[in-house]
């Protein structure tokens, strides 16, 4: 397993100063979120993508994937009615993975709540019906460009489009896009699933379905800062021969984002040194 930290954790640093205090506390990559990296990141070219992943390697890191990817500019859905909002969101998305690639990501991690809600006056179906059409386009933009496209189940109270693992997986198999599977985040995987995350993990992992993996407590904080244990997490992952990225994707930074990154660098590896030295 190969740590990451999300970006955003450490945003208000240039992400020079990113790289090097991430490196400094033992990550190994960074996953980034667009927006941080670039005001209006439809405008970011290749170019730049291939600068960020300079600075990153220049500092000892790899750009492990992007998340948090329609954020920025506004406007985007996947899931409006609106045939040409979701055909600009669509091209961002094939954009997204075009940069992702030029960073040498390997994932993308769609979550993005807000852009994909049922619409005031649809269904439920009409607005998974469209999200899935976009997802498979997706998928294949993805396979063009040698990364993997990943649907994020988030928890109920963000989205109401795609909560748990099954859903992910059976937009997956109706989209038929090798390069599009989905991933498991604990913090959401806490609060909308049925089965414990190391139980899901053991469920799902076997499946190939699952291409990455992100860490966080279901209270938002950082791992090992909530009720969730993390050491059985990490042990269905070793035994499920996991040997990714595993990211570390806090929301509320306690004491704040350095403080944050380096508790859950320390806490993180000292339960991945545990697991890994013999009984």
């Given at each position: 397993?190969?740590?990451?930290?999300?970006?955003?954790?450490?945003?208000?640093?240039?992400?020079?100063?990113?790289?090097?205090?991430?490196?400094?506390?033992?990550?190994?990559?960074?996953?980034?979120?667009?927006?941080?990296?670039?005001?209006?990141?439809?405008?970011?070219?290749?170019?730049?993508?291939?600068?960020?992943?300079?600075?990153?390697?220049?500092?000892?890191?790899?750009?492990?994937?992007?998340?948090?990817?329609?954020?920025?500019?506004d406007g985007l859905s996947i899931t409006d009615p609106d045939p040409a909002v979701r055909a600009r969101t669509v091209a961002?998305?094939?954009?997204?993975?075009?940069?992702?690639?030029?960073?040498?990501?390997?994932?993308?991690?769609?979550?993005?709540?807000?852009?994909?809600?049922?619409p005031q006056g649809d269904t439920h179906a009409q607005a998974l019906a469209r999200a899935t059409a976009a997802w498979a386009?997706?998928?294949?933009?993805?396979?063009?460009?040698?990364?993997?496209?990943?649907?994020?189940?988030?928890?109920?109270?963000?989205?109401?489009?795609?909560?748990?693992?099954?859903?992910?997986?059976?937009?997956?198999?109706?989209?038929?896009?090798?390069?599009?599977?989905?991933?498991?985040?604990?913090?959401?995987?806490?609060?909308?699933?049925?089965?414990?995350?190391?139980?899901?993990?053991?469920?799902?992992l076997p499946s190939g379905l699952v291409a990455h993996i992100q860490l966080n407590d279901p209270n938002r904080r950082a791992?090992?800062?909530?009720?969730?244990?993390?050491?059985?997490?990490?042990?269905?992952?070793?035994?499920?021969?996991?040997?990714?990225?595993?990211?570390?994707?806090?929301?509320?930074?306690?004491?704040?984002?350095?403080?944050?990154?380096?508790?859950?660098?320390?806490?993180?590896?000292?339960?991945?040194?545990?697991?890994?030295?013999?009984?």
């Amino acid at each position: 397993m190969k740590l990451a930290l999300c970006n955003e954790v450490l945003a208000p640093m240039p992400f020079e100063a990113q790289c090097r205090t991430a490196r400094a506390l033992g990550y190994a990559g960074l996953e980034v979120a667009p927006y941080t990296v670039c005001a209006d990141p439809a405008a970011m070219t290749i170019t730049q993508a291939r600068e960020l992943r300079q600075v990153a390697a220049d500092h000892g890191l790899e750009i492990s994937g992007l998340h948090w990817l329609l954020v920025k500019p506004d406007g985007l859905s996947i899931t409006d009615p609106d045939p040409a909002v979701r055909a600009r969101t669509v091209a961002f998305m094939r954009h997204l993975c075009e940069l992702c690639a030029a960073m040498g990501g390997r994932y993308l991690v769609h979550g993005s709540p807000g852009q994909r809600r049922v619409p005031q006056g649809d269904t439920h179906a009409q607005a998974l019906a469209r999200a899935t059409a976009a997802w498979a386009l997706a998928g294949e933009a993805a396979a063009s460009c040698g990364v993997t496209y990943c649907i994020e189940p988030l928890s109920r109270d963000q989205t109401d489009v795609v909560n748990t693992v099954a859903e992910a997986v059976a937009v997956v198999q109706a989209a038929g896009q090798p390069a599009l599977r989905t991933m498991i985040d604990t913090s959401s995987a806490g609060l909308a699933e049925d089965l414990p995350v190391p139980a899901l993990i053991e469920r799902w992992l076997p499946s190939g379905l699952v291409a990455h993996i992100q860490l966080n407590d279901p209270n938002r904080r950082a791992p090992g800062q909530g009720e969730m244990a993390f050491a059985p997490v990490l042990t269905a992952l070793r035994q499920g021969g996991w040997d990714g990225w595993v990211a570390v994707e806090p929301f509320d930074y306690v004491p704040d984002g350095p403080g944050c990154a380096a508790w859950s660098a320390g806490y993180l590896k000292g339960l991945m040194e545990s697991l890994e030295a013999p009984v």
